[in-house]
């Protein structure tokens, strides 16, 4: 079995002209909601084995802000492909992903996480039907189970949404 933790990155900064997309910074709201994510994550098993992330200074700063307060400490590994990736670009990524980890927590930005979930989505937990047809907000994060071995098995609709966090609604 693989476990792909989708989490969009927290609440940043707004977007200020001379100032990078790239470079944004979290708030303090953003600070506190991913410290209630991180609490949220450590009642869910398995326990998240390595964290991918973005190299925007938001999703770094979310993905370190988690790890923290997790249980059980993971690298973080940076990744520049997945700076406003499509769900192909991370479908590619994905496939590549060293098949003894099989709990992968990937930080990112929308749409292409929310994409990315709804493509590989065939199924859902009991109560989490609708779950993608809503906003995927800042803190928020998706489990999707995969009946895979390896990484490079993953494909559309073979996943099953597990467990979803809306930081917005806790």
Same mark, same amino acid.
């Not at 307060?69 to 479908?91: P, R």
């Not at 993953?154 to 966090?165: A, F, K, P």
């Given at each position: 079995? *693989?476990?792909?933790?989708?989490?969009?990155?927290?609440?940043?900064?707004? &977007?200020?002209?001379?100032?990078?997309? &790239?470079?944004?910074?979290?708030?303090?709201?953003?600070?506190?909601?991913?410290?209630?994510?991180? *609490?949220?994550?450590?009642?869910?098993?398995?326990?998240?084995?390595?964290?991918?992330?973005?190299?925007?200074?938001?999703? @770094?700063?979310?993905?370190?802000? @988690? +790890?923290?307060?997790?249980?059980?400490?993971?690298?973080?590994?940076?990744?520049?492909?997945?700076?406003?990736?499509?769900?192909?670009?991370?479908?590619?990524?994905?496939?590549?992903?060293?098949?003894?980890?099989?709990?992968?927590?990937?930080?990112?930005?929308?749409?292409?996480?929310?994409?990315?979930?709804?493509?590989?989505?065939?199924?859902?937990?009991?109560?989490?039907?609708?779950?993608? +047809?809503? &906003?995927?907000?800042?803190?928020?994060?998706?489990?999707?189970?995969?009946?895979?071995?390896?990484?490079?098995?993953?494909?559309?609709?073979?996943?099953?949404?597990? &467990?979803?966090?809306?930081?917005?609604?806790?």
């Amino acid at each position: 079995m *693989k476990y792909l933790y989708i989490i969009r990155h927290a609440k940043a900064e707004q &977007h200020v002209i001379g100032k990078e997309d &790239h470079d944004r910074n979290l708030l303090n709201k953003g600070r506190k909601r991913a410290l209630k994510l991180s *609490k949220w994550l450590n009642n869910i098993s398995p326990k998240i084995e390595k964290f991918l992330c973005s190299s925007s200074y938001r999703t @770094i700063q979310t993905a370190e802000i @988690i +790890n923290t307060e997790l249980l059980e400490k993971v690298s973080i590994n940076i990744e520049s492909k997945l700076y406003g990736a499509s769900e192909e670009e991370i479908l590619n990524y994905l496939i590549f992903l060293d098949d003894n980890i099989n709990s992968i927590g990937l930080v990112g930005h929308e749409p292409g996480l929310r994409k990315l979930a709804i493509y590989l989505t065939g199924g859902y937990a009991k109560g989490l039907e609708t779950v993608l +047809n809503k &906003h995927f907000s800042t803190s928020s994060a998706i489990v999707l189970v995969f009946n895979i071995k390896r990484w490079d098995q993953i494909s559309e609709r073979i996943g099953i949404l597990s &467990h979803y966090y809306d930081s917005l609604n806790t």
